[in-house]
Nanobody, 116 residues
Framework: VRLVESGGGLVQAGGSLRLSCLAS???????????MAWYHQAPGKQRELVAA???????DYADSVKGRFTISRLNSKRMVYLQMNSLKPEDTGVYYC????????WGQGTQVTVSS
């Protein structure tokens, strides 16, 4: 299975982006049973969890993004999304989606740059 992230770009502070992640090659039932998450790696820093969604649809967020980001999934398409609103310069970095039980490798990520 290959995780393929997309949707990043350059946006001004206060703007929005929607990131997408496709679990390419996954079996529908396997994807549907997986807990997924989005991670953020700021320049020069370690990768950090920003949002997670269980197979049942329960969500959790880092304090820094609560009220601004929304994670969702569409199992029929093997997709995970991250809606990012009210973006801040500190949201700049590479965003990765990941399967929480480590059964799939990291993808290449998608770059988000927020200008002030």
């Amino acid at each position: 299975v290959r995780l393929v992230e997309s949707g990043g770009g350059l946006v001004q502070a206060g703007g929005s982006l929607r990131l997408s992640c496709l679990a390419s090659g996954s079996i529908l039932s396997d994807f549907g049973g997986s807990d997924m998450a989005w991670y953020h790696q700021a320049p020069g820093k370690q990768r950090e969890l920003v949002a997670a969604i269980t197979s049942g649809g329960s969500t959790d967020y880092a304090d820094s993004v609560k009220g601004r980001f929304t994670i969702s999934r569409l199992n029929s398409k093997r997709m995970v999304y991250l809606q990012m609103n009210s973006l801040k310069p500190e949201d700049t970095g590479v965003y990765y989606c990941y399967r929480q039980d480590n059964r799939w490798s990291w993808g290449q990520g998608t770059q988000v740059t927020v200008s002030s």
